[in-house]
């Protein structure tokens, strides 16, 4: 009689031999943890990111305010109360913002805002068999990061509209420069543990998971938003907004972990020159 462990392990095995990309795909996604680690990037996002978005928009002028409520706009599709209640947060009582947060409030804000950009920087970690880099070599990335996804977030609105030149130049645009950003922030949150060229999969298909989740926000979100205010009040929307960001963020992380399995595939590797040796596995905390 077969046991299941032993039936089990061959399944597997047999899996390994006739589809091995697709284990690889598999085994990635599981050693990550995708869902888990888009969740914790979404609540990061939402409970200390939003609100140093709302202290940056207290204290910026107003055309970066204007800029800021427009690129929101294209970012997550905000209309009707939704759009209300944002507007209200970034343009009403800026004076008593700035007098109730001050400076201790708006450095407090600012250091939990890096517990998005150290979730992040575990992603990339876990994803490239890393072990976890020092706090006091990591500090300063984690604040550079934050300031260059907080500007680019303010131009976004303009990216995907191509500077007025339409939607069909807009998408290319934002690709390229989403492409970019998520290069960039894998180099610099894996302290440059990892050359270029191996993180421009991973690179790539962030740039096409970002720009086709803005996309479908357009489509799906002004929807979704006006139906759960009208059924749950402002807390609805919440809701939503939540459930919007993890999915999000967890497709976020399937592109750094695919790209990883792109990247050491052996022909890619030898012509992106990845570094195949010397990888320790690194336990998804």
């Not at 009689?1 to 061959?10: E, G, T």
């Not at 550079?144 to 509209?161: D, I, R, S, Y």
Request: with cysteine; net charge positive; charged share 15%.
């Amino acid at each position: 009689m077969i046991r299941p462990a032993k039936a089990a392990a061959d399944a597997v095995a047999t899996l390994r031999a006739r589809l091995p990309f697709t284990s690889r795909v598999t085994e990635q996604l599981l050693h990550v943890g995708i869902l888990d680690r888009g969740t914790r990037i979404a609540a990061q996002l939402f409970l200390s990111v939003l609100p140093a978005l709302f202290v940056f928009a207290a204290f910026a002028p107003a055309a970066l305010r204007e800029q800021l409520l427009s690129s929101l706009r294209e970012e997550v599709g905000l209309r009707g109360e939704a759009l209300h209640e944002v507007q209200q947060v970034i343009y009403s009582g800026t004076g008593e913002t700035r007098d109730t947060f001050g400076v201790l409030g708006v450095v407090v804000t600012l250091l939990s805002a890096t517990a998005c950009s150290r979730a992040l920087q575990r992603v990339c970690e876990i994803s490239w068999r890393l072990r976890r880099a020092h706090a006091r070599v990591a500090a300063l990335r984690w604040f550079l990061w934050l300031a260059v996804w907080t500007a680019t977030l303010v131009v976004q609105g303009p990216f995907f509209n191509a500077f007025g030149g339409g939607p069909v130049l807009g998408f290319p645009l934002s690709l390229a420069a989403s492409t970019l950003l998520w290069w960039w922030t894998q180099h610099l949150l894996l302290i440059g543990r990892v050359p270029w060229l191996p993180l421009l999969p991973g690179a790539l298909l962030c740039g096409l998971a970002g720009v086709g989740f803005s996309w479908a926000a357009r489509l799906y979100l002004p929807g979704a938003l006006d139906r759960s205010v009208a059924q749950f009040g402002p807390y609805g929307a919440v809701f939503t907004l939540l459930s919007w960001l993890i999915l999000r963020c967890a497709g976020l992380s399937a592109a750094i972990a695919l790209g990883y399995v792109i990247a050491t595939e052996k022909p890619v590797a030898q012509w992106l020159g990845t570094p195949l040796s010397g990888r320790r596995q690194t336990p998804a905390e």
